[in-house]
Structure formats: structure tokens, C-alpha cells
Nanobody, 120 residues
Framework: QVQLVESGGGLAQAGGSLRLSCAAKGSISGIAVMAWYRQGPGKQRELVARITSGRSTNYADSVKGRFTISRDNAQNTVYLQMNSLKPEDTAVYYC??????????????WGQGTQVTVSS
């Protein structure tokens, strides 16, 4: 059984920083793309950033230059460093990962979500 365990959300002031972490746990033989999504109040879930196993990255235009995604392949963990936070960054943040459990095919897994609230 594979689980994605998120941590690091919370409350920040505008202009502040937060760092999210997401660790994939279980019997894993490989992880391809890891990503962060968010869903704000009354909005659809949107892609924030993604990173491949080779560490190629893509970002939503709204976070370019402020957020940085990174990963530790040895620890099966993905991070999202969020700087210069804005109130519009307020959302529940979800990590996802394309994981290959031992003896099985790649499957997309999701974390439980962590709340990020940015006050003005």
C-alpha cells in the first residue's frame, strides 16, 4: 500500500514563506512525475508545479518566480518552497505522484491535502 503524507501547511502573512513536504511511503520501486496541485475556495483544482524524475520542472504562470518545486529521490519526497505569498495563494494544496509499487504498474496517488492560508 502506497501513501503520500503531506506536511508543512499553515498560516502565513502576505509576503511570507511556507514550505510543503510530501513523502511517498510503502513498497515502491520507482516514482516518475511528482506534482503539487491546489484548490482554492470555490475554484477548481489546478496544477501548481510538477517535477520529473530527472528534475525537469514546470510551473503555473501565477507562481513562477515565487514557488520552487524540488525532490529527494532517495527519500521519495517532493517539496514546494513558497515565497512572496499572496492572499490568492490561499488553498488546500495536494501532492500527487506517479508511483510504481513493487510488482505493479505505475499509478497516480494523491496526498490528503494541507491547508495554506495567506492573510493580507
Amino acid at each position: 500500500q502506497v501513501q503520500l503524507v503531506e506536511s508543512g501547511g499553515g498560516l502565513a502573512q502576505a509576503g511570507g514563506s511556507l514550505r510543503l513536504s510530501c513523502a511517498a511511503k510503502g513498497s515502491i520501486s520507482g516514482i516518475a512525475v511528482m506534482a503539487w496541485y491546489r484548490q482554492g475556495p470555490g475554484k477548481q483544482r489546478e496544477l501548481v508545479a510538477r517535477i520529473t524524475s530527472g528534475r525537469s520542472t514546470n510551473y503555473a504562470d501565477s507562481v513562477k518566480g515565487r514557488f520552487t518545486i524540488s525532490r529527494d529521490n532517495a527519500q521519495n519526497t517532493v517539496y514546494l518552497q513558497m515565497n512572496s505569498l499572496k492572499p490568492e495563494d490561499t488553498a488546500v494544496y495536494y501532492c500527487s505522484a506517479d508511483v510504481r509499487p513493487l510488482g505493479r504498474a505505475y499509478t497516480t496517488y494523491w496526498g490528503q491535502g494541507t491547508q495554506v492560508t495567506v492573510s493580507s
